[in-house]
C-alpha cells in the first residue's frame, strides 16, 4: 500500500499517511500562522504525485502558488531547504503541480454552475435563511415546475415562477397546498438579498461536470483543483452550501468503490466551522451522514479549522487521520480546544499532549494517522515536510497562462441560455394577454376556432433540429474553405437534436428531482 510523507517524529521515524486509508477522512487544525496551509498545501503536492486529484478551497488567495514550482529566490526558500535537510529528504528539488482554478463568478478561474432544479428546494431553503413554512412554499413551486416540466436552470427561472404563484397563489394552493401571497413575497426578497451578492451567477449552464474533477494529467499526476474562495467568503453561508452541495454531487455521481488502494478524489474543506455555524441538529447528523457514507466512493474529506472543537463530536468522530498544529490557551474555550485535542489521540506515554499542543512552533504538528489494520497510530510531535511548489500566490500574467492550457478550457466559460421556465412563462403570459384582447375583439367562439399560438413540445424540437441541421452544413463549408475535413451530416445532426431536445425537455425536470431527492434525503 502507498503512502505520502508528513514529516519527521520525535522518535525518529518518518510520520506517513497511507493513500489506502486516506478515505478515512482527517483534520488539520490550529491556530490562525501555525502552518496550517503548508501543511495542506504539501498534502495535496504528495496526493497529486500518485495519482490522486484534489480539490481544495483557496480562502486567503495564497494556494495558487501550488501550480508553480518554488524557487531559491523566493521568500523563506532558505528555511524550506534547510527543513528538507533536516527530514533528511535527499530527493528535495522545487516542482510545480498541474492544476486547473475554479470561481463561482468566474473572474480568477473557470466558472463552476449548477442549475436551480440541481440544487433543490432543501438546500435553496437553507441558502437563503427561509422558515418552515417559506421552505413548504418553495417546495410546492418546485413541485408545480417538474408537473409542469418547467425546466428551473438559473435565477430568473425562479424569479418568474415565484412571479408566476403569486399571481396563481389560490391556483396552486387548491392543487398542492396552502401557498401564501406573503410566503412568496419572503422568498422574493431573500432572493433579491441573494442576487445582490453575486451568487446569481452560481445558476445556470453549462453544469459542473463532476468528472471534470477526477482529471490526471499525461505524467499520471491529479490535477489540483483550486477554487478561488477569497471573494466568496464574504457569502460564508454560499460558501458552505456550495461545498456541501459538491459533496452530494460527488456522493451522488460516483461509484461504491469500497476501500481502493488510493482515493478518487481528496477534498478539503477550509473553514469547515462554517459549516457547522447556525446549523441545527438535523443538518448535523445529515452532514455526518454525507461524511460517513462518501467514503465507500473513494472519496476523501479533510476538514481544516482553528479550533477542532468546531467539528461536531458526530462527525470529528469520522476523522481518521489528524494533523494538530498549535493552539494557545488564551480564554477558557481555548483550554477546553486543548483538552478535547489532545482526547482525541492515541495515548504517547512519553509525550504530554495537552502542553505539547501549546508549545508547537511554526511548522510542527501532533500527527497520528490511520495504520494498515485500521488502527490509529501513536500521536507523535513532527516537523512538517516542506512543499515543492510556490509560498505565496501566483500573479494574474501566470494564472492567465495557466488557464490557456487548461483541460477543460472553454468548456465553462461561456453560459448557456436555453429556454426554460422563464421564456415559457413569458410566452404563456404573451399569450394570454394577446387571446384576451382578441376575444375581446372577435368573441370567444372565433377565437377557440383558431390554433394555439405557442408551439408545442414536437414543433419546439424540430426548430431546433433544423437550426442544428443548418450549423452543421455551415460548419461543412467552413471546413472546406479551411482545408480541414468533416465528420458532420447536416440531416444526422439534426435529427439528432430532435431527439435529444425531447429527451431534454421531457427528461430535465425528472432528472433535477432525482438529485434533489437524492440530496433531500441526505440532508432530511
Do not use: C
Not at 50 to 79: E, R, T, Y
Not at 175 to 189: P, T
Request: aromatic content about 6%.
Amino acid at each position: 500500500m502507498g503512502s505520502i510523507f508528513l514529516g519527521l517524529g520525535g522518535n525518529g521515524e518518518n510520520q506517513s499517511l497511507d493513500l489506502g486509508r486516506a478515505n478515512r477522512h482527517g483534520l488539520i487544525a490550529g491556530a490562525t500562522g501555525t502552518g496550517k496551509t503548508v501543511t495542506l498545501q504539501g498534502m495535496a503536492e504528495s496526493f497529486s504525485a500518485n495519482g490522486v486529484p484534489v480539490f481544495v478551497a483557496d480562502v486567503k488567495g495564497d494556494l495558487s502558488g501550488v501550480s508553480m514550482a518554488g524557487s531559491p529566490q523566493f521568500k523563506h526558500a532558505d528555511k524550506l531547504e534547510s527543513r528538507a535537510k533536516e527530514l533528511g529528504m535527499d530527493d528535495y528539488a522545487y516542482s510545480d503541480n498541474p492544476a486547473i482554478f475554479w470561481d463561482l463568478f468566474g473572474e480568477q478561474g473557470h466558472p463552476i454552475r449548477t442549475t436551480i432544479s440541481e440544487m433543490g428546494p432543501l438546500l435553496l431553503a437553507r441558502l437563503l435563511d427561509l422558515n418552515d413554512t417559506q421552505e413548504g412554499v418553495l417546495q410546492i413551486i418546485f413541485k408545480y415546475a417538474d408537473d409542469n416540466r418547467l425546466l428551473l436552470l438559473d435565477f430568473d427561472d425562479l424569479q418568474s415562477i415565484l412571479l408566476y404563484a403569486s399571481q396563481n397563489a389560490q391556483e396552486l394552493s387548491s392543487l398542492y397546498g396552502n401557498v401564501s401571497k406573503q410566503s412568496v413575497g419572503a422568498i422574493q426578497r431573500q432572493l433579491l438579498s441573494f442576487e445582490a451578492q453575486g451568487a446569481n451567477q452560481f445558476f445556470g449552464e453549462p453544469a459542473l461536470e463532476i468528472d471534470d474533477f477526477l482529471k490526471v494529467d499525461e505524467q499520471g499526476r491529479g490535477y489540483i483543483n483550486v477554487l478561488a474562495a477569497d471573494q466568496l467568503m464574504r457569502s460564508p453561508k454560499l460558501y458552505a452550501t456550495f461545498l456541501l452541495w459538491l459533496l452530494a454531487e460527488l456522493f451522488e455521481t460516483l461509484p461504491e468503490v469500497g476501500d481502493p488502494e488510493k482515493p478518487k478524489l481528496v477534498f478539503f474543506f477550509d473553514e469547515a466551522h462554517l459549516l457547522f455555524d447556525d446549523a441545527p441538529k438535523a443538518l448535523e447528523d445529515k452532514i455526518e451522514q454525507v461524511v460517513r457514507l462518501i467514503r465507500s466512493k473513494g472519496v476523501g474529506v479533510f476538514f481544516v479549522t482553528q479550533n477542532p472543537i468546531d467539528i461536531p463530536e458526530d462527525v470529528a468522530g469520522q476523522l481518521g487521520n489528524r494533523v494538530q498544529h498549535a493552539l494557545r490557551a488564551f480564554t477558557p474555550r481555548d483550554k477546553k480546544a486543548i483538552k478535547a485535542a489532545a482526547g482525541t489521540f492515541r495515548i504517547n506515554e512519553e509525550l504530554d499532549v495537552e502542553q505539547a499542543i501549546t508549545e508547537l512552533k511554526v511548522g510542527e504538528a501532533l500527527v497520528s494517522t490511520l495504520m494498515d489494520d485500521g488502527a490509529p497510530s501513536v500521536v507523535q510531535r513532527t516537523l512538517i515536510k516542506p512543499p515543492r511548489s510556490r509560498l505565496g500566490p501566483i500573479t494574474q500574467k501566470e494564472r492567465a497562462i495557466i488557464a490557456s492550457i487548461s483541460p477543460v478550457e472553454g468548456k465553462y466559460d461561456t453560459p448557456v441560455d436555453r429556454e426554460s421556465a422563464a421564456e415559457v412563462l413569458a410566452a404563456k403570459a404573451a399569450d394570454a394577454a394577446e387571446t384576451a384582447r382578441e376575444v375581446a375583439m372577435d368573441g370567444e367562439a372565433e377565437v377557440g376556432k383558431r390554433s394555439r399560438k405557442s408551439k408545442n413540445l414536437w414543433e419546439k424540437a424540430f426548430d431546433r433540429g433544423a437550426k442544428v441541421a443548418a450549423g452543421s452544413a455551415a460548419g461543412m463549408a467552413a471546413s472546406a474553405v479551411l482545408g480541414k475535413k468533416s465528420r458532420a451530416n447536416p440531416m444526422k445532426s439534426g435529427v439528432t437534436s430532435v431527439a435529444g431536445s425531447i429527451a431534454t425537455d421531457l427528461a430535465g425536470p425528472m432528472a433535477g428531482r432525482f438529485v434533489r431527492n437524492l440530496i433531500g434525503g441526505l440532508m432530511r
